[in-house]
Nanobody
Framework: QVQLVESGGGLVQPGGSLRLSCATS????????IGWFRQAPGKEREGVSC????????YYADSVKGRFTISRDNAKNTVYLQMNSLKLEDTAVYYC??????????????????WGQGTLVNVSS
């Protein structure tokens, strides 16, 4: 059984930085991908970023491009989301999710089916 555990959320001022971690365990499928999603109160869940363990290919939503960086440590089965220049609108519960890479980022993120419990990122002055 695959388990994903997020950590690293917290309270940060606008312009600050946080690094989220997503540690995976269990038997994952081949060509596994990990995506980060976020959901703010009253808003729909948004796909933020995604990375593949095999070759490190990455995807970013336009809303975070240039500010967030996704990376992975294959030895630790862990994916990181470095978030810089945080804005008030980045406040949300952040979730990581895992699944098989598909033939487009859209389909890959739609198909992720192993979910973590979420970690709260609160950007506030």
């Amino acid at each position: 059984q695959v388990q994903l555990v997020e950590s690293g959320g917290g309270l940060v001022q606008p312009g600050g930085s946080l690094r989220l971690s997503c540690a995976t365990s269990g038997d994952t499928e081949e060509d596994y991908a990990i995506g980060w999603f976020r959901q703010a109160p009253g808003k729909e869940r948004e796909g933020v970023s995604c990375i593949t363990f095999a070759d490190g290919s990455t995807y970013y939503a336009d809303s975070v491009k240039g500010r967030f960086t996704i990376s992975r440590d294959n030895a630790k089965n862990t994916v990181y989301l470095q978030m810089n220049s945080l804005k008030l609108e980045d406040t949300a519960v952040y979730y990581c999710a895992g699944g098989v890479r598909r033939n487009s980022w859209y389909r890959t993120m739609r198909g992720l089916h192993h979910w973590g419990q979420g970690t709260l990122v609160n950007v506030s002055s």
